[in-house]
């Protein structure tokens, strides 16, 4: 039972009419493992969860040390917790001085939901700008600000008073203006196939901001917690958002997200109305307290220093006469094909040798590869091998 596709397929919602449909019973490292001991090379670190790779011995064991204190004990905002209080002071010591100030939540989405009402309360203002290819979530508020139409028609209407403007074209920032209340932007274009700005056209879009007014918003949801080789990877452009949103790698295999800015701007949450965003499980112990085991993973075992190498040596290895472009930043990669079926093909006949790369939802002629940064060389040179079997003759 515990492994019957018939009871997943029948009795668990699906997202879609062919699911990837490995049975995983454990998972260490880099690995996954099937119940009949098969070993799945995990590339793309379950979608940018697993940047310390899976089950990393200190998360283990801070989970298992809060397990033993308490879990929930009450919503989010009432109660003195350790875990939370640790967590929120690690991330002011880590980020900009402006950043200070985290509301902890429960996923990517939620945190991009709470970061735009709290631009909005605090502007005033009510028009969103946001960029064509984008992706920043599932629910209502973040799909109105995601670029694929495809995925939202279905789901009209959505939130009034979104603009859409191309991704590093100069032109287009004059869009912006004083009726803008923010503008919210992945750091690195993720779902678009890994598409990174010019440092210049960050720097014009912090600037275009503070002459308007507007609050910037950077997603980091993907691109965060060490993926570029940076612990964020606004770091690579000079430049510091207004409001800064994390998830995904950030609870080191546990569900948290936040949405971070200052204390001035967020304490506009707190009233007209009072509880200006409510959650129930945000700042969950057992979650921040992976949370700051993961940040202090990355600092202590120096994750970020070797990500910048261990991406090269990716796109060393990977050549293939079938590969149209590699994109890169650090350890997050778009691998281009001449056709979505060509990357079909390649994925599964991974998965059949079991190494698991994927698609990206919104740009079919590309393969995602966002590997743990704790992955070694060998593993590496492994990986790239089994990659270069799937993709077969050119």
């Not at 879609?16 to 070993?39: H, M, N």
């Not at 920043?136 to 139409?149: A, D, I, K």
Request: glycine share 8%; charged share 20%.
């Amino acid at each position: 039972m515990d492994f019957d596709p018939k009871i997943f397929l029948g009795n668990m919602a699906q997202t879609t009419d062919a699911p990837y449909l490995i049975s995983v019973e454990r998972a260490e490292g880099i690995y996954l493992y099937s119940p009949d001991g098969k070993r799945y090379t995990d590339l793309i670190a379950g979608i940018g969860v697993s940047n310390i790779g899976h089950r990393h011995p200190a998360v283990v064991k801070a989970i298992k040390d809060q397990v033993d204190k308490h879990l929930h004990v009450m919503v989010y905002g009432e109660f003195i917790q350790a875990a939370p209080n640790r967590l929120a002071a690690k991330l002011a010591s880590l980020l900009p001085p402006s950043l200070n100030c985290s509301y902890f939540v429960n996923s990517g989405t939620e945190a991009n939901e709470g970061a735009l009402k709290l631009a909005k309360r605090y502007t005033g203002r009510t028009e969103i700008v946001s960029f064509r290819k984008s992706y920043h979530g599932s629910t209502h508020g973040s799909m109105s600000v995601s670029g694929n139409e495809v995925k939202k028609q279905a789901f009209r209407p959505l939130l009034p008073d979104v603009s859409f403007i191309h991704f590093n074209v100069m032109e287009d920032l004059a869009h912006i203006t004083e009726r803008t209340a923010c503008v919210i932007v992945e750091t690195i274009q993720g779902d678009a196939g890994v598409r990174v700005p010019d440092r210049a056209y960050m720097q014009a879009l912090r600037k275009r901001c503070n002459e308007t007014g507007a609050l910037l918003i950077l997603d980091e949801i993907q691109c965060g917690m060490g993926r570029t080789g940076k612990l964020f990877a606004f770091e690579h452009f000079g430049i510091v958002p207004d409001i800064l949103t994390t998830a995904k790698a950030f609870g080191g295999g546990l569900p948290i997200g936040a949405f971070i800015s200052s204390r001035e701007i967020m304490q506009c949450l707190t009233h007209d109305p009072m509880l200006g965003h409510i959650t129930t499980f945000g700042g969950n112990p057992v979650c921040c307290a992976a949370a700051l085991a993961t940040l202090e993973v990355i600092e202590q075992e120096n994750l970020l220093a070797a990500v910048e190498a261990k991406g090269q040596l990716f796109e060393q290895l990977l050549v293939h006469p079938a590969i149209r472009e590699v994109r890169r930043i650090g350890l997050m990669f778009a691998i281009d094909f001449d056709s979505a079926e060509r990357v079909s093909e390649i994925v599964l006949r991974g998965k059949e040798i079991g190494v698991i790369t994927y698609w990206f939802l919104s740009h079919p002629y590309s393969f995602r590869i966002a590997p743990p940064l704790t992955i070694t060389e060998a593993e590496i040179k492994e990986s790239c091998s089994a990659i270069l079997q799937a993709i077969g003759n050119p």
